[in-house]
């Protein structure tokens, strides 16, 4: 073939030309030239960047999510009947954008997978010009995209995440959390479980194998055995399943009388599905009637079940018929624009982008380590789930907990759920340092503006 | 120069140019304008195109010069992956250890699984490797999670050891204290242009990978691929023993992969399973058949191609539509929204099957013999347009 000169000095030249390129870029970080912060907003607008699963298992969550942050843009930019800013108790939102500045935003799809949606935030970041990251409907995301919004420096309000670590060992100073999490859900649960089916049952659980699924799984079974219950088996299913029969028949085979579903959006629609086509919820086993416990509801996932839901006890972060002027403030309003009545993840959603809104007009700038200090230790009310906190030492919102159960009668194909409990907020409080979020080891680092 | 022909030495020049001004090159639209929208100059999507590129060029050393078609390539991808991020948690920040050892993990791997399904050609072949590859994928997946982390994916923590962390060393990845994050952002007008130091990093591997890929096309040892390729019964009477030949391009090849893993995860910290499902083997298949299979520029093209579309067109929203559209009555841009809506967004996938489609049947050689067909055009074109100027004039005189 050719004859070869890869000679010393040949190799050299040719190293020194490709070399000599990148090392003059070791200097400036990200945006250099703007105000020492990443994507430091100029001129009149500001831009968001709202990260949903749009396919995948928790798509019908994502679109609803997408809806939310659409309708809090309009509010934030004074269109519409302003929502909940009229409810909220602090009333720096004036329907002139944030801080003055025009809000738009950009959409980007997570295919509920973590590096899918660490590219569509990154891409959001460098290219868009995003100052805040928010979104998610699965822990697995929403903890991948806080580690990347931590290290390029910019805010991340999460949206639906239900998993203890993303507010416990994997806390991000940078990262806040509205929703509540699986540790709550086993505490407002379990007492209302005992009432209803009794101190001595066995209950066997399925579980969606990643963050989520195992640390709400640890919490349920925590919270229900120190009431009595036992644990006959824990079994792991991938999130990508769409059927569970082969996991529902082995619960047949033992002597659990109640199943517990760790599964969430099209996961629980499925496996419920067929819990109740192997007769579950008919069954009479060791002289009780079967149970069958979702802990983690949500009224999308009741509609795609159907009749399935009836008499199925949950919990949920928030639901549209609660009686408070907030609720009712924002399912009207989302009700007027869509048409339907909005679900728990729109509310957590719209709330986040209310909440970053008022923090950065608090304080002043749109700088992370100012609006991170200014939601750090924030008591607000009127977004719909009565007062509220957002811890400083965790990053997450203490409130209260609703307790759900299918109902029997629906009137209307929205009207699914009937709340059995509201639990107050004093009941699902932990300490920061608590085992399962980390123990004492879980820190939230610093805070990173970018630049 | 370099031991290449002229030819392929201009080649790898143009590659190389291309590489370098690649920032300016593909943000062509001023940062004002509506069309920025379909600017890929930014970091993350440009060090995707180069690092695709090298997961693209050493599939095509496998299947374009041997002809095997391996279905889970992405199974070397994520182990390389994994192994970057391990020496992140292990040893510190520095991306050599790791992608050194995602070399070494991916090329034993591809040993293993290529001495076994090499034993069989043509479609079992296929068929075995996509095996390995899902059985990888479950493994990560669900069985291995203390290893992989499962689901939510392979992360540093900060209660990690990383035994040679220095106090004054980046804590994102660095190669030896140059952060793969850091970008020299240029305004030059209304453009805007990133220069980010992993990019260049990852562009000089892939001119690296790409010189090997062209050394072994015009080899012996390419030749002996090509042989195999062609009629692997002749090669065997002739006294040759071709299954040493395709295990070392199933090994080099499982290397490319492994390096182009490895390299993704030195540029985002974050290996997850999904890496290694039978979706992303199918993508570099489609990836070195859009650009042309058994070329060597093609499977870059083709990988360019894909990511641009991928990351590109899925962020177009309806919002941004009905802006393009505003300037047509309501009703006519409520309907060209409605007909251009299953394409863009989620629909992307649709639009890239159309593509591919479009580029299988209509030029088999995938987007290589588009360029040598327009290549011919003008090359036709230019004395006959020169032709017909002369006879135009005649008359007019």
Same mark, same amino acid.
């Given at each position: 073939?050719?004859?070869?000169?890869?000679?010393?000095?040949? $190799?050299?030249?040719?190293?020194?030309?490709?070399?000599?390129?990148?090392?003059?870029?070791?200097?400036?970080?990200?945006?250099?030239?703007?105000?020492?912060?990443?994507?430091?907003?100029?001129?009149?607008?500001?831009?968001?960047?709202? !990260?949903?699963?749009?396919?995948?298992?928790?798509?019908?969550?994502?679109?609803?999510?997408?809806?939310?942050?659409?309708?809090? #843009?309009?509010?934030?930019?004074?269109?519409?009947?302003?929502?909940?800013?009229?409810?909220?108790?602090?009333?720096?939102?004036?329907?002139?954008?944030?801080?003055?500045?025009? $809000?738009?935003?950009?959409?980007?799809?997570?295919?509920?997978?973590?590096?899918?949606?660490?590219?569509?935030?990154?891409?959001? /970041?460098?290219?868009?010009?995003?100052?805040?990251?928010?979104?998610?409907?699965?822990?697995?995301?929403?903890?991948?995209?806080?580690?990347?919004?931590?290290?390029?420096?910019?805010?991340?309000?999460?949206?639906?995440?239900?998993?203890?670590?993303?507010?416990?060992?994997?806390?991000?100073?940078?990262?806040?959390?509205?929703?509540?999490?699986?540790?709550?859900?086993?505490?407002?649960?379990?007492?209302?479980?005992?009432?209803?089916?009794?101190?001595?049952?066995?209950?066997?659980?399925?579980?969606?194998?990643? +963050?989520?699924?195992?640390?709400?799984?640890?919490?349920?079974?925590?919270?229900?055995?120190?009431?009595?219950?036992? +644990?006959?088996?824990?079994? %792991? +299913?991938?999130?990508?399943?769409?059927?569970?029969?082969?996991? =529902?028949?082995?619960?047949?085979?033992?002597?659990?009388?109640?199943?517990?579903?760790?599964?969430?959006?099209?996961?629980? $629609?499925?496996?419920?599905?067929?819990?109740?086509?192997?007769?579950?919820?008919?069954?009479?086993?060791?002289?009780?009637?079967?149970?069958?416990?979702?802990?983690?509801?949500?009224?999308?996932?009741?509609?795609?079940?159907?009749?399935?839901?009836?008499?199925?006890?949950?919990?949920?972060?928030?639901?549209?018929?609660?009686?408070?002027?907030?609720?009712?403030?924002?399912?009207?309003?989302?009700?007027?624009?869509?048409?339907?009545?909005?679900?728990?993840?729109?509310?957590?959603?719209?709330?986040?982008?209310?909440?970053?809104?008022?923090?950065?007009?608090?304080?002043?700038?749109?700088?992370?380590?100012?609006?991170?200090?200014?939601?750090?230790?924030?008591?607000?009310?009127?977004?719909?789930?009565?007062?509220?906190?957002?811890?400083?030492?965790?990053?997450?919102?203490?409130?209260?907990?609703?307790?759900?159960?299918?109902?029997?009668?629906?009137?209307? @194909?929205?009207?699914?759920?009937? /709340?059995?409990?509201?639990?107050?907020?004093?009941?699902?409080?932990?300490?920061?340092?608590?085992?399962?979020?980390?123990?004492?080891?879980?820190? %939230?680092?610093?805070?990173?503006?970018?630049? | 120069?370099?031991?290449?022909?002229?030819?392929?030495?201009? &080649?790898?020049?143009?590659?190389?140019?291309?590489?370098?001004?690649?920032?300016?090159?593909?943000?062509?639209?001023?940062?004002?304008?509506?069309?920025?929208?379909?600017?890929?100059?930014?970091?993350?999507?440009?060090?995707?195109? #180069?690092?695709?590129?090298?997961?693209? /060029?050493?599939?095509?050393?496998?299947?374009?010069?041997?002809?095997?078609?391996?279905?889970?390539?992405?199974?070397?991808?994520?182990?390389?992956?994994?192994? #970057?991020?391990?020496?992140?948690?292990?040893?510190?920040?520095?991306?050599?250890?790791?992608?050194?050892?995602?070399?070494?993990?991916?090329?034993?791997?591809?040993?293993?699984?290529?001495?076994?399904?090499?034993?069989?050609?043509?479609?079992?072949?296929?068929?075995?490797?996509?095996?390995?590859?899902?059985?990888?994928?479950?493994?990560?997946?669900?069985?291995?999670?203390?290893?992989?982390? *499962? @689901?939510?994916?392979?992360?540093?923590?900060?209660?990690?050891?990383?035994?040679?962390?220095?106090?004054?060393?980046?804590?994102?990845?660095?190669?030896?204290?140059?952060?793969?994050?850091?970008?020299?952002?240029? @305004?030059?007008?209304?453009? &805007?242009?990133?220069? !980010?130091?992993?990019?260049?990093?990852?562009?000089? #591997?892939?001119?690296?990978?790409?010189?090997?890929?062209?050394?072994?096309?015009?080899?012996?040892?390419?030749?002996?691929?090509?042989?195999?390729?062609?009629?692997?019964?002749?090669?065997?009477?002739?006294?040759?023993?071709?299954?040493?030949?395709?295990?070392?391009?199933?090994?080099?090849?499982?290397?490319?992969?492994? %390096?182009?893993?490895?390299?993704?995860?030195?540029?985002?910290?974050?290996?997850?399973? @999904?890496?290694?499902?039978?979706?992303?083997?199918?993508?570099?298949?489609?990836? +070195?058949?859009?650009?042309?299979? *058994?070329?060597? =520029?093609?499977? $870059?093209?083709?990988?360019?191609?894909?990511?641009?579309?991928?990351? =590109?067109?899925?962020?177009?929203?309806?919002?941004?539509?009905?802006?393009?559209?505003?300037?047509?009555?309501?009703?006519?841009?409520?309907?060209?929204?409605?007909?251009?809506?299953?394409?863009?967004?989620?629909?992307?996938?649709?639009?890239? *099957?159309?593509?591919?489609?479009?580029?299988?049947?209509?030029?088999?050689?995938?987007?290589?013999?588009?360029?040598?067909? /327009?290549?011919?055009?003008?090359?036709?074109?230019?004395?006959?347009?020169?032709?017909?100027?002369?006879?135009?004039?005649?008359?007019?005189?």
């Amino acid at each position: 073939m050719s004859k070869s000169d890869l000679t010393r000095r040949g $190799v050299l030249r040719a190293g020194a030309a490709g070399l000599a390129t990148p090392t003059i870029f070791s200097g400036a970080v990200w945006a250099a030239s703007h105000s020492g912060f990443t994507n430091a907003p100029e001129g009149g607008s500001v831009t968001l960047g709202f !990260n949903v699963p749009q396919t995948g298992p928790y798509a019908d969550e994502g679109a609803d999510e997408l809806r939310a942050y659409e309708l809090a #843009v309009e509010h934030l930019n004074g269109g519409g009947d302003g929502g909940m800013i009229p409810t909220f108790s602090s009333k720096t939102l004036d329907g002139t954008g944030i801080l003055g500045k025009k $809000v738009e935003y950009v959409t980007g799809d997570t295919q509920t997978k973590s590096d899918a949606a660490r590219a569509s935030a990154k891409s959001m /970041i460098e290219k868009d010009g995003a100052i805040m990251i928010t979104g998610g409907s699965s822990s697995g995301v929403a903890v991948a995209v806080q580690g990347l919004c931590q290290e390029a420096g910019v805010i991340f309000m999460a949206g639906l995440t239900h998993s203890n670590d993303t507010t416990g060992k994997d806390r991000k100073a940078n990262g806040f959390r509205h929703f509540f999490n699986g540790y709550m859900s086993g505490a407002a649960l379990a007492p209302v479980l005992a009432n209803a089916y009794g101190t001595d049952r066995k209950a066997y659980h399925l579980t969606a194998d990643y +963050t989520w699924g195992w640390t709400q799984q640890e919490s349920i079974q925590a919270s229900t055995e120190a009431l009595g219950w036992s +644990t006959v088996q824990n079994v %792991l +299913t991938p999130l990508a399943a769409t059927d569970f029969s082969s996991y =529902i028949a082995p619960v047949l085979q033992t002597d659990a009388d109640v199943l517990v579903l760790n599964h969430y959006g099209g996961n629980m $629609v499925n496996s419920l599905t067929n819990a109740v086509q192997f007769g579950l919820k008919d069954k009479i086993v060791n002289g009780k009637q079967f149970e069958i416990v979702v802990p983690l509801y949500s009224r999308l996932m009741a509609r795609g079940a159907g009749a399935n839901v009836k008499g199925i006890f949950g919990s949920t972060n928030w639901h549209w018929s609660l009686p408070d002027e907030g609720s009712q403030a924002f399912t009207r309003s989302f009700g007027t624009k869509y048409g339907f009545p909005p679900s728990q993840a729109a509310h957590t959603c719209y709330t986040q982008t209310l909440l970053y809104a008022d923090a950065v007009n608090r304080a002043g700038s749109f700088n992370p380590c100012a609006v991170a200090e200014a939601l750090e230790g924030f008591e607000f009310d009127g977004l719909g789930n009565g007062p509220t906190l957002y811890r400083a030492e965790d990053h997450q919102c203490f409130k209260d907990v609703l307790v759900v159960k299918g109902k029997e009668n629906p009137t209307s @194909e929205f009207d699914l759920l009937e /709340i059995v409990e509201i639990t107050p907020v004093s009941q699902v409080t932990y300490p920061p340092d608590h085992p399962m979020f980390g123990g004492a080891e879980a820190s %939230l680092g610093s805070c990173n503006p970018g630049a | 120069m370099l031991g290449l022909a002229t030819k392929d030495f201009v &080649l790898l020049l143009v590659v190389a140019v291309l590489c370098l001004f690649a920032p300016v090159l593909l943000n062509p639209f001023p940062e004002t304008s509506d069309l920025a929208q379909f600017n890929a100059g930014y970091p993350d999507l440009m060090q995707r195109f #180069v690092i695709f590129g090298i997961f693209a /060029i050493g599939f095509n050393i496998l299947f374009g010069l041997t002809g095997y078609l391996s279905f889970g390539h992405a199974a070397f991808l994520g182990v390389g992956s994994y192994s #970057v991020v391990w020496m992140f948690k292990l040893l510190n920040y520095n991306i050599v250890p790791g992608l050194l050892l995602s070399l070494v993990v991916s090329g034993l791997f591809a040993l293993a699984i290529g001495y076994v399904s090499l034993r069989r050609s043509g479609i079992y072949f296929s068929i075995l490797t996509l095996a390995f590859a899902q059985m990888s994928f479950a493994l990560a997946y669900s069985v291995l999670t203390p290893i992989t982390n *499962g @689901e939510t994916g392979l992360q540093v923590y900060g209660n990690d050891p990383q035994y040679l962390q220095g106090d004054s060393a980046p804590n994102i990845p660095h190669l030896f204290g140059m952060t793969m994050r850091a970008t020299e952002t240029v @305004e030059f007008g209304p453009w &805007l242009w990133q220069f !980010n130091a992993g990019y260049y990093f990852c562009a000089v #591997v892939m001119l690296i990978a790409f010189y090997l890929a062209i050394r072994i096309f015009r080899s012996p040892f390419g030749m002996m691929l090509r042989a195999v390729k062609s009629n692997q019964q002749r090669m065997r009477y002739t006294g040759l023993n071709p299954r040493p030949y395709t295990l070392a391009a199933f090994v080099i090849s499982g290397m490319y992969a492994g %390096l182009a893993g490895g390299l993704m995860a030195s540029m985002d910290p974050l290996a997850g399973a @999904e890496r290694m499902q039978w979706t992303a083997s199918g993508e570099v298949v489609l990836m +070195t058949i859009l650009g042309g299979t *058994g070329t060597l =520029i093609g499977p $870059v093209l083709g990988a360019g191609l894909i990511k641009y579309l991928e990351n =590109i067109l899925s962020k177009i929203n309806d919002n941004i539509l009905h802006q393009w559209f505003a300037f047509m009555p309501d009703g006519l841009e409520d309907f060209l929204v409605a007909i251009v809506h299953p394409f863009i967004g989620k629909g992307w996938h649709l639009t890239l *099957g159309l593509v591919f489609m479009a580029v299988v049947i209509f030029l088999p050689g995938g987007l290589v013999e588009g360029g040598q067909r /327009i290549g011919r055009l003008f090359g036709r074109k230019k004395p006959a347009e020169a032709e017909a100027k002369a006879a135009a004039k005649t008359p007019a005189e």
